[in-house]
């Protein structure tokens, strides 16, 4: 059975390749989504070559509805959106897949059924298509090449999804079995480099000894150090040290 979170409904209209079918599955339970519905495909239903392509997602496929026309298969929707790369002359409110996305996601929150129809990969939908949706999705592709395949374009519509549902981490730092330094840490090793250094007669002239040292300071402020990094940066200023010690 499809899953119970709340969803949009992807419904593909006359899609033409079994392979295609089972990419955008595939694209789909990318970013949770189970709900497919079929409009009249090509080559029938079910399709042994979107059986192929879907792999680890085919369990989508076995759940899809299969309709006859796009009316069919949008009859309990409340709320459609049409994708669509080019302008077609209707008087519609078009949003970016962003856009979309969140009033999709306001909507169904509130206990609505919203759809998102995707068109036939070699030329798209037809008006007639388009007319039954509320609102098209304009993609902002390149003016010169505007065609999306069409799991590409279930991929960025998923992944629009997901950001409006999920608290996404748009950065993180990936720690490889280390942790951030601590104050402490940084002082002392910015007192080890300040200290040799003065050894060795860096910091000179006389008048300037004070703003280099709070130069050197703020170098090591504005570094992100690891304990690793810390630990690291002590033994090479050691093995310096050694190594000019040996060579007197």
Request: aromatic share 8%; net charge negative; proline share 6%.
């Amino acid at each position: 059975m499809p899953s119970d979170h709340p969803q949009p409904s992807f419904v593909l209209v006359r899609p033409q390749m079994g392979e295609n079918i089972g990419a955008a599955a595939r694209a789909m339970w990318n970013f949770s989504l189970d709900r497919m519905r079929l409009v009249a495909p090509r080559d029938g239903w079910p399709n042994p070559k979107a059986t192929a392509m879907a792999s680890g997602a085919g369990r989508l496929l076995d759940e899809a509805q299969c309709f006859e026309t796009t009316a069919d298969a949008l009859e309990d929707c409340t709320y459609v959106f049409a994708t669509t790369a080019r302008q077609r002359g209707l008087t519609k409110p078009a949003f970016s897949p962003e856009g979309a996305m969140k009033l999709a996601a306001e909507k169904i929150a509130k206990g609505e059924k919203v759809a998102v129809l995707f068109g036939p990969e070699r030329a798209g939908m037809e008006n007639d298509d388009i007319a039954r949706a509320n609102a098209v999705i304009n993609v902002p592709v390149n003016p010169e090449f505007g065609s999306l395949n069409l799991a590409q374009c279930v991929l960025l519509i998923g992944y629009e999804w997901q950001r409006q549902v999920l608290d996404i981490t748009h950065e993180r730092t990936e720690m490889a079995k280390t942790v951030w330094a601590s104050q402490g840490e940084t002082e002392a090793l910015a007192k080890h480099y300040e200290d040799r250094l003065d050894e060795a007669g860096f910091f000179y002239p006389p008048e300037k000894v004070d703003s280099m040292q709070v130069n050197l300071r703020n170098m090591w402020s504005r570094m992100p150090l690891t304990k690793a990094d810390v630990q690291m940066l002590h033994g090479v200023l050691r093995q310096m040290v050694r190594w000019k010690d040996k060579s007197q």
